[in-house]
């Protein structure tokens, strides 16, 4: 590999880190503490998270291909536009 291609990779690793892509891996590859699961309805294309100790939070699957994802704080979830979950 040149020392080109390894430059190229590491930048382009570096700028999707940098502007929050980790949160579209599964959390097992960046921080385990991440557990706030952002969720879409079906139904409505709304955008809920939902946290630990809520109703539906156990049986809530992230599906990437939709754009599901973690979060890491409440905060984070608000900020991209997500709203808690109210069960």
Not at 62 to 82: D, K, L, P, T, V
Request: net charge positive; aromatic share 14%.
């Amino acid at each position: 590999m040149s020392k080109f291609t390894v430059i190229v990779l590491l930048s382009s690793a570096a700028s999707f880190l940098g502007a929050g892509g980790y949160t579209l891996l599964p959390r097992s590859l960046y921080d385990p503490a991440c557990d706030i699961k952002g969720n879409i309805s079906i139904v409505s294309g709304e955008k809920i998270y939902h946290v630990k100790g809520q109703e539906y939070y156990e049986p809530t699957v992230i599906s990437y291909r939709y754009g599901e994802r973690w979060f890491c704080s409440e905060g984070e979830a608000r900020a991209a536009g997500w709203r808690r979950a109210r069960q």
